[in-house]
């Protein structure tokens, strides 16, 4: 049976995610891709405004690679509007980093220096044997929230999952994230003023049309709202997390935190109709923002030879009956046991009343002007050679990090986002279990009222970026540097020519262009 996916009347815009390049190509080979970052001018929820985007569109274009090949994305910065940043970075959610790689992983100020106007970075990526759903964004301040974000997705053509599916390509990937019909710089401005984050206007829905058993690819790439996915009258069969295959699990509700991934099977073997893709959200009191339009975020799944019209059912939150995503009971597919950990680490997050601050451990991080790896590849070595505001913990190499987040009282789960690795986890927020057995790996996990614990090995060196994937919060302060291994770090880091004439460039331009 096969079917369609088209967004709501009332979503304007449903944008078609152009792919670079050949869908399958030999391993061991080179996919180049460029990212021309510019200003136009998009309506992503009817309502049109001065955006910051890749290549023209939003959601920006869908990159794909296959299991083995190296990723070489050249971003170019266009951008001329000056109501927004004009510098920009590019940071790929999920892909792992080498050490000797670390130059290239895009982290403004802790890996690299952003890219000026009119200046141009290749990023070098290196796949190795990772596979699975990704995203890529600006890591600059709260940037990405004018619009500059896009899909990323590693084929690979030996998934142990591909019997459970028949369609799995740039047809079934679906973006959902939160949209501001004011840029950031007001609203940022806002935010320090009142300490009130901002409240989205609305959220978006981008999806394509899709077969017969599909693979849908579900990305958050919002920078607070949470979305809770569901399809009527269908299942969800969970597969994959943050780009690790998981034991499938059947459900029918979905929540998603920003920044996190699943990837599910739908099987089309309901009567031929047209069926609400529901996609509600959370993300602050909606009466801060009276503006604010929650319809949205919704699609149709619409089977061929069904009507091109809405579905008779009314628009819901979901299921009636919902058998939804505990996330503590998912498994990897490939038992995965972790080792006892060496290091223990408490994390304790607090806001300061009524400031836009956030704090780790009674610190609020604060970006340095000089790149944590740039400190690093100059001799620092121990927490005495990095700003208190920098929050850097100095791990050793090949040790196993546990992360305690006690429970907090805050009114929304805090989704915690390590850069370069992932980290096995050990309880989740959604449960009181801790499961030291078989625990799933990811990249993003929530932290809130249940208390969260992760746990990851500093088998690769580098300062790796450990933050809030609230972008808002993660500006505030709410975010940490987990260095390890910084003798390594040196050995092992040879940045080349592009990479360090990125800061002196950054660092030599007026306060309005950086």
Request: with cysteine; aromatic share 8%; charged share 15%.
């Amino acid at each position: 049976m096969k079917l369609s996916v088209a967004t709501a009347a009332l979503l304007a815009l449903l944008k078609v995610h152009p792919t670079f390049g050949v869908s399958v190509q030999p391993r061991a080979t080179v996919k180049d891709v460029t990212l021309d970052i510019v200003n136009t001018r998009l309506a992503p929820d009817g309502f049109e405004r001065s955006v910051i985007v890749a290549n023209g569109t939003y959601p920006g274009p869908l990159v794909t690679a296959t299991k083995g090949q190296t990723l070489r994305v050249k971003v170019n910065n266009k951008l001329t509007d000056p109501t927004m940043r004009r510098s920009t970075s590019m940071n790929f959610d999920g892909v792992f980093i080498t050490t000797s790689n670390a130059f290239n992983e895009g982290s403004s100020f802790v890996t690299t220096c952003p890219i000026a106007p009119e200046a141009s970075f290749t990023h070098t990526l290196p796949l190795g044997t990772q596979t699975g759903t990704f995203w890529y964004h600006s890591q600059l301040s709260v940037q990405y929230v004018d619009g500059l974000r896009g899909p990323l997705v590693i084929y690979d053509p030996e998934d142990p999952m591909k019997a459970l599916y028949d369609v799995d390509d740039a047809t079934t990937i679906w973006s959902v994230g939160d949209w501001w019909q004011n840029s950031t710089i007001p609203l940022l401005a806002g935010y320090v003023a009142t300490g009130i984050v901002p409240v989205s206007d609305s959220g978006t829905f981008n999806a394509r049309q899709a077969g017969k058993r599909y693979r849908f690819r579900i990305i958050n790439m919002s920078a607070r709202n949470v979305f809770t996915m569901s399809v009527d009258s269908h299942e969800l069969t969970i597969i994959e997390a943050d780009g690790v295959a998981t034991t499938p699990m059947v459900v029918n509700q979905i929540e998603m935190l920003a920044g996190q991934r699943y990837s599910v099977v739908l099987n089309a073997t309901q009567p031929v109709d047209n069926y609400w893709i529901n996609a509600p959200f959370v993300g602050g009191d909606p009466t801060r923002n009276l503006h604010q339009n929650a319809t949205l975020s919704r699609a149709i799944l619409r089977y061929a030879g069904a009507p091109a019209v809405d579905p008779v059912a009314p628009m819901s939150l979901g299921p009636v009956n919902p058998n939804a995503l505990l996330e503590a009971n998912l498994r990897p597919f490939r038992a995965d046991t972790p080792p006892s950990p060496d290091i223990n680490i408490t994390l304790n997050l607090v806001v300061t009343a009524g400031k836009a601050q956030w704090n780790v451990n009674n610190v609020s991080y604060l970006p340095p002007k000089t790149p944590t790896l740039v400190k690093i590849l100059d001799g620092a070595n121990s927490a005495a050679d990095f700003n208190v505001t920098e929050n850097t913990f100095i791990l050793p190499r090949n040790k196993v990090v546990q992360i305690t987040f006690p429970p907090n009282d805050d009114d929304e789960a805090h989704p915690f986002h390590l850069h370069g690795n992932n980290f096995w986890l050990i309880k989740s927020n959604s449960s009181d279990l801790v499961n030291t057995v078989d625990p799933i790996r990811r990249d993003v996990a929530g932290v809130g009222a249940a208390g969260t614990i992760v746990r990851f090995t500093t088998d690769n060196p580098g300062p790796w970026f450990f933050h809030c994937h609230i972008f808002w919060h993660m500006q505030a302060g709410l975010a940490t540097v987990m260095a390890s291994g910084l003798d390594t770090t040196r050995a092992e880091v040879h940045p080349d020519k592009a990479w360090e004439e990125l800061c002196p460039a950054y660092n030599a331009l007026p306060a309005d262009l950086q």
